[in-house]
T-cell receptor, first 114, second 114 residues
Framework: KAGVTQTPRYLIKTRGQQVTLSCSPI?????VSWYQQTPGQGLQFLFE???????NKGNFPGRFSGRQFSNSRSEMNVSTLELGDSALYLC?????????????FGPGTRLTVT | AQSVSQHNHHVILSEAASLELGCNYS??????LFWYVQYPGQHLQLLLK??????LVKGIKGFEAEFIKSKFSFNLRKPSVQWSDTAEYFC????????????FGAGTILRVKS
């Protein structure tokens, strides 16, 4: 079956702009989690959505937000972009809540903020 | 704050050498533990996981890990590495008592020389 897909794969934005990233989970998976990966901070948890509800949130400012649709697809939004937001953003899906089920990761969206 | 420590950032081994990658976490209570691997150019994928039961768990490709609760450790082992094991390895921990958020270690880059 098809894996987790993320669009776009690469994105260049200017400081102050906003961006929306999309994630389509594996069919049947109801949980979608988002992570930020940078060389300095590693993989950091952003938030998790399950059945259209945010279930967990990491320690990121309110500029980072997300949502999940009824078909389990998820979007992540970052407003007022800062240079430090440049990172690889990974999406992972699982049958149930992450940590209790295997997560399947997508290829990521590489965001560069200039 | 809860944290996951991976002792070595870079490891270089010759083929057929034995591997042990350390992982320690700072949580008390009940935890679920994971090792993920990222091969060059590929997505993160699950190597193995521990939820309960036998503390020695076996994963894919001949990897195993041992959960030692008294030492807060979940070390990854493989008796004989192959060139194809060259990858980055991540330990991850989740605890319901600490917000049910999956926390990753910084990762260990393993290079196997042929």
């Amino acid at each position: 079956k098809a894996g987790v897909t993320q669009t776009p794969r690469y994105l260049i934005k200017t400081r102050g702009q906003q961006v929306t990233l999309s994630c389509s989970p594996i069919s049947g998976h109801r949980s979608v989690s988002w992570y930020q990966q940078t060389p300095g901070q590693g993989l950091q948890f952003l938030f998790e959505y399950f059945s259209e509800t945010q279930r967990n949130k990491g320690n990121f400012p309110g500029r980072f937000s997300g949502r999940q649709f009824s078909n389990s697809r998820s979007e992540m939004n970052v407003s007022t972009l800062e240079l430090g937001d440049s990172a690889l953003y990974l999406c992972a899906s699982s049958l149930g809540l992450a940590g209790h089920y295997e997560q399947y990761f997508g290829p990521g969206t590489r965001l560069t903020v200039t | 704050a809860q944290s996951v420590s991976q002792h070595n950032h870079h490891v270089i081994l010759s083929e057929a050498a034995s591997l042990e990658l350390g992982c320690n976490y700072s949580y008390g209570g009940t935890v679920n533990l994971f090792w993920y691997v990222q091969y060059p150019g590929q997505h993160l994928q699950l190597l193995l996981k521990y939820f309960s039961g036998d503390p020695l768990v076996k994963g894919i490709k001949g990897f195993e890990a041992e959960f030692i609760k008294s030492k807060f450790s979940f070390n990854l082992r493989k008796p004989s590495v192959q060139w194809s094991d060259t990858a980055e390895y991540f330990c991850a921990v989740i605890s319901m008592e600490y917000g049910n958020k999956l926390v990753f270690g910084a990762g260990t880059i393993l290079r196997v020389k042929s």
